[in-house]
């Protein structure tokens, strides 16, 4: 063979070996770049983490340099306590838990609840501010999810407060501590429900009272999409199967079953789905007014 022949045959396996390196350093600046995206993703969630927290405290803070926070945590507890005392007849009851305390709740909510949630954005609308908040390096997600967390612990520490019933039920029996604690987790997750639509109507208008309106019809039409009464007479009307999904729509029937300890991973979604999907509502809304 010839000195032209073996070269000839040298050629291709170099052209061979250069387009295998090629495809390797092709595959791997691929993988680095989709490494750096992921980091790029990760550093800017982190920062939105970073304004999230500053956001929130603020919010938190400014509920209790007011005493409109101290009138509405005054308020609250003399309803449910009122509520459960009076009009659940409590001590005649012979209930060694707190199931009458918490029936009361939805009722309750549906006038505490919009009182606080009113605020979250008519009146940043009202006062103009709303404007300062938007030209800031925050996403909108970031600032609606902060001024809802704050308003929801600010509910907590309300609800928080009525822990003398837990003491007064040890007092007089020997109650279910993990029914008590799912009452009060079940009602905090309503809360943040009932907060939810609040938050979306706020967004709608800066008139804090056609925001209370607003989400109180709104609230109150969940409440009865679950109420027992209104299920009976929809049987009447429709089939079985669509009134079953008409009252599961009701926050009612998922609280229903938290307050008497049975706690179902369907509950929680659907109050977490609730929540979620009105605070998207809310971004998109505040959004459309940004654009405007």
């Not at 050629?11 to 250069?18: D, T, V």
């Not at 990760?42 to 409109?68: A, D, G, T």
């Amino acid at each position: 063979m010839t000195t032209e022949n073996k070269s000839a045959e040298k050629k291709p396996k170099k052209s061979a070996e250069n387009k295998s390196a090629g495809k390797e350093s092709a595959s791997l600046r691929a993988t680095v770049t989709r490494w750096v995206g992921i980091l790029e993703d990760r550093l800017n969630r982190s920062e939105q983490y970073r304004h999230l927290m500053p956001i929130l405290k603020r919010e938190l803070f400014s509920y209790f340099r007011s005493p409109v926070a101290y009138v509405f945590i005054v308020v609250f507890l003399m309803a449910t306590t009122g509520a459960a005392w009076y009009l659940g007849d409590f001590f005649q009851s012979n209930e060694a838990g707190l199931e009458i305390f918490f029936f009361f709740h939805p009722w309750l909510y549906l006038f505490l609840i919009p009182a606080v949630g009113m605020r979250l954005w008519s009146e940043e609308r009202r006062g103009g501010t709303i404007e300062l908040l938007l030209t800031l390096p925050v996403s909108l997600l970031t600032a609606v999810l902060a001024k809802f967390l704050a308003a929801w612990l600010f509910v907590g520490v309300a609800l928080f407060l009525t822990f003398p019933w837990v003491i007064t039920v040890y007092v007089l029996g020997s109650p279910d501590l993990g029914v008590m604690v799912t009452g009060y987790l079940g009602s905090f997750l309503m809360a943040g429900a009932y907060l939810a639509v609040a938050s979306f109507t706020s967004a709608l208008t800066k008139n804090q009272v056609i925001s209370f309106i607003t989400s109180f019809m709104v609230c109150l039409l969940l409440v009865l999409l679950g109420w027992g009464v209104l299920g009976e007479t929809l049987t009447s009307l429709f089939p079985v199967w669509l009134v079953d999904f008409i009252t599961g729509m009701g926050f009612t029937t998922h609280f229903d079953g938290i307050r008497r300890g049975l706690v179902e991973f369907s509950d929680l979604v659907y109050f977490f789905s609730i929540i979620t999907v009105l605070l998207l509502a809310t971004v998109i809304v505040l959004e459309n007014r940004k654009a405007n």
